[in-house]
Structure formats: C-alpha cells, structure tokens
C-alpha cells in the first residue's frame, strides 16, 4: 500500500531578496515522512491556486506549519495594528476554511506555532498580538542570534491537564518544549480545549472538542528533532496513525460506492 499524503501548508516567501516562492522546512516533512510515514506533499496556501475541496481530495491529513507573518486580526474582529505584525491574507484565505472542513469532516490534522493559532481562530478564538508585552508572562520568541540548536532548544516546561488527551499521549502531566512564537491565544475559540500551559499562562496545547478525527495542535515546534525528541516523537506517531486510518476509512467507502 502507498503511504497516506499529508499536505504541509507553504509559506509565501521571498528568496535572495527577488525570488517569490513558496517554501516549507525540512524539518517538516522529515518528520511528516520519517516519524508519520507519510508522504509530505507541499502546498502553495493561495486560493488562485487550491481550494479546501481539492485539497481534501488529494491529501489524508494535513501539517498547518509555522511561518513568519500572522493571522491577520480581522479574521477574529480585531483591527489590524503595527503590534500584529506581518500577514499572510492568502494563507488565511485557504487554512481557516480547511481547518472548519477538516473537523467537520474528521479529516486529521495537526496544527503547530501559526498553526496553532489558525486552529484557535478558524473556531472563533481570538489572539494577543505580542505575548511578552503582557503583565507577567515571559518572552515566548526565540533568541534574536545563535545557532538552530540555540534556537530550538528547549526553554520552558509546559503542564498538562491530568487525564487528559495530551497527558495520555505524552505519558507526563509536563513536558519541557521549545518556544518561538510571538502571538497567543487570547480566547479559546468555540469548542477549543486548552490543555497545556506555560509556566505564565499561556495556552500551549489544544484540540477540538467533539470533533471526529484528530485535531491536536501546540504553540511549540515539534518538528524539530521530532524522530528523536520524547515528547515531539508520539505526537508526530500518534498523527500517522490518525491519517492512516482515515485514509484506509475513505478507501474502503470508495471500494463500498464501486
């Protein structure tokens, strides 16, 4: 049997300064394809160019990514400020509707960093624009120099809700991950549970109450190391299993329908 296709939600990027393209990290799809076994396939998030059908057609699951710019404000009512930062108008345009269609669906998917916060905002969630200007919460953004394992490195612990779906998965009711985020959640979205925070409050890991398929999404960056880092390793495993057993769910309602 062929692996199940997870769709790794692009980033418009801009390479040497004059070359518009449409770029996913490796780390992504190494962990897609090495800890999920599936196959990676990179997605250039514009509607010009795909729509939530399409895309749930072709793939099984899908990886929402990091990326630079943010959930543009008014996608959750808020007017637009220099504190939101950089956009991504297209992006919005293609995960929020995904997103909404997946957990209707039971489509699995697994949302990390701005894909965390598109999960909180496509159910109706809010975000603060800067977390480390609030009253007592810490500096979420990664070190400004030094190199990818500074960056990555794990900085914070995060608490899990005992007994629930991350507590059961990870095997710990806290977890050490990195941190390299700028924005947070400012209120859950309808049906968002919050099951992890940061030692200041953060909301650091959620999922969709009720939804049929898996819908597990963290502020942290997984994908690093994620073959070999205990906690990022289930989450990436727990993910394939999802995606392969709806993929062999859908095979079998085309084998009923032929």
Known sequence: MTRPVVGIIGNYD???????????????????????NCMPLLIPAHPNFV?????????????FTGGRPNVHPEEY??????????????????????????VEKGQPFFG???????????????????????????????PPDGTLEEKFALRHPVRLTEGGVF??????????TNTL????????????????????????AIYVK???GFTLAVQWHPEYRAGEDPVSRPLFEAFGKAVYAFA??????VSAVA
């Open 77 to 102: 009512g808020e007017k637009e400020t220099e504190a939101h930062g950089a956009f991504d108008r297209c992006r919005d345009a293609v995960t929020l509707p995904l997103i909404r269609a997946c």
């Open 51 to 63: 729509c939530v059908d399409e895309l749930m057609e072709v793939c099984d699951g899908f990886l």
């Open 181 to 204: 985020h700028g924005q947070g959640i400012k209120k859950p979205g309808a049906r968002i549970v919050v099951e992890g925070y940061a030692p200041d409050g953060t909301p650091e």
């Open 210 to 212: 009720d939804a049929p």
């Open 167 to 176: 507590h059961k998965l990870l095997g710990a009711s806290e977890v050490m």
């Open 14 to 36: 801009i390479l040497n300064d004059s070359y518009p393209a449409y770029t996913g990290g490796r780390m992504n799809a190494e962990a897609v394809a090495e800890v999920s």
């Open 112 to 142: 990390i960093c701005r894909g965390f916060q598109e999960v909180n905002v496509a159910m109706g969630g809010t975000l603060y624009p800067e977390i480390r200007d609030l009253p007592g919460r810490m500096n979420h953004r990664m």
């Open 248 to 253: 062999e769910a859908q095979q079998g309602k």
